[in-house]
């Protein structure tokens, strides 16, 4: 199989665990990772994570996740794992846009984050849970694990007014813990022989002025606060990065326009940030989203020819659509974005994983799968492999 097809990271659940994971988002009285309060949660966990894992290995997919089962919401679970946290049933969920582009559609609402206590992130359930995944592969196996990035975070929680407590009296000492936090979950992914880590991310776009959905958009955005603030978001992840691989880490990211049962949650074109998120951030390999037109032109990609050893990986399959994708189209793209990026730097993935959270998308799983040979053929055509 091609090893320049790549999936995102998630897959969808099969019924026996959704069944656990229905139960935890009515819940706030139980504790991450719920395992505890669920007699039989830990159990089926194990096992459809070996299921998943399997399925993975014989499709012949060049890095394998832990489909991530382990996870309710893709970058939640990290938060609630932190020492500090308090997770609790707020009043609202994110809201997402429905099909029709205009009406709101609200998430589940078990989103609610408190601090109790200055954060930290040693001794993170993750670090069990790639463990798991070790377990259950041959030797030599690539393996990724994937995280929200600290930015991302650090954004929700200092835009809420769902933090609470008197911990964190400012934004800059919220960070620098936060920064912290990923420095203690690296450091010991690291010694238990984790070697890619890959950083999801949702906020870029709202620094983009073609989107309309963003408080940075419209007649009253400033754009110095807009840069500023974006060139904060930057430098938290670069002070991460280079942490990773100070510590011998790739690192990877994911960036998103939001996935939630098929649904979005916003638009912004690459071009008008990629002078920001794509030139500025010192990632290994970037997982970008350009399955629709909210993308934008690949003209944004001109900014890796500065960064000639950044590998780029085109999401140009839709995760959110049952049907397959258009060969064409796709195969065309990929010989466009030649024109920016070295062939060999180059890969095809679908542009969101199947199951962001862990209700996924709208398709089946044996559509998922076909949506993943097509992938995969594709490839294997384009590279010639």
């Not at 998943?52 to 394998?64: R, S």
Request: with cysteine; proline share 3%.
């Amino acid at each position: 199989m091609s090893k320049h097809f790549l999936h995102v990271g998630s897959l969808l659940r099969p019924e026996k665990l959704l069944k656990f994971k229905r139960e935890i988002e009515k819940r706030d009285d139980i504790k991450y990772p719920f395992y505890d309060d669920f007699p039989g949660y830990l159990e089926t966990e194990n096992e459809a994570t070996a299921e998943i894992v399997q399925k993975q290995l014989a499709a012949g997919l060049p890095v394998i996740t832990d489909g991530e089962y382990s996870k309710s919401m893709w970058h939640l679970d990290f938060v609630w794992g932190l020492h500090g946290v308090e997770r609790y049933i707020a009043k609202s969920g994110y809201f997402f846009r429905d099909f029709d582009e205009q009406t709101p559609y609200e998430t589940r609402k078990d989103i609610g984050i408190r601090i109790g206590d200055r954060l930290n992130g040693k001794h993170h359930q993750f670090i069990k849970h790639f463990q798991r995944l070790q377990s259950l592969v041959p030797e030599g196996t690539v393996l990724k694990q994937c995280i929200p990035s600290p930015s991302h975070i650090y954004g929700e929680l200092s835009w809420s007014d769902n933090i609470g407590g008197d911990v964190y009296k400012d934004k800059e000492s919220l960070k620098r813990d936060l920064i912290q936090s990923w420095k203690d979950f690296l450091k010991e992914y690291a010694e238990v022989g984790g070697t890619i880590i890959q950083f999801d991310d949702c906020l870029w776009e709202i620094f983009a002025k073609d989107n309309p959905n963003s408080p940075y958009t419209g007649q009253q955005a400033d754009l110095e606060t807009i840069k500023n603030a974006a060139q904060e978001f930057i430098d938290i992840n670069n002070e991460v990065i280079a942490y990773a691989k100070s510590l011998g880490l790739k690192v990877w990211t994911h960036n998103c326009r939001g996935n939630y049962d098929s649904r979005n949650m916003g638009a912004g074109s690459y071009s008008e940030i990629a002078d920001l998120f794509l030139a500025k951030q010192n990632y290994d390999r970037f997982f970008l989203e350009w399955d629709d037109e909210r993308a934008g032109g690949l003209e944004a990609l001109s900014v890796f020819e500065a960064k000639p050893e950044t590998e780029v990986v085109l999401g140009l399959l839709s995760s959110k659509t049952s049907e397959l994708d258009d060969d064409v189209r796709v195969k065309r793209m990929l010989q466009d974005a030649t024109n920016y990026v070295a062939k060999d730097k180059l890969y095809l993935s679908h542009q969101c994983g199947f199951a962001s959270c862990d209700g996924g998308n709208e398709l089946t799983e044996a559509q998922e799968w076909a949506k993943i040979r097509q992938g995969q053929q594709i490839a294997l055509d384009f590279w010639a492999e």
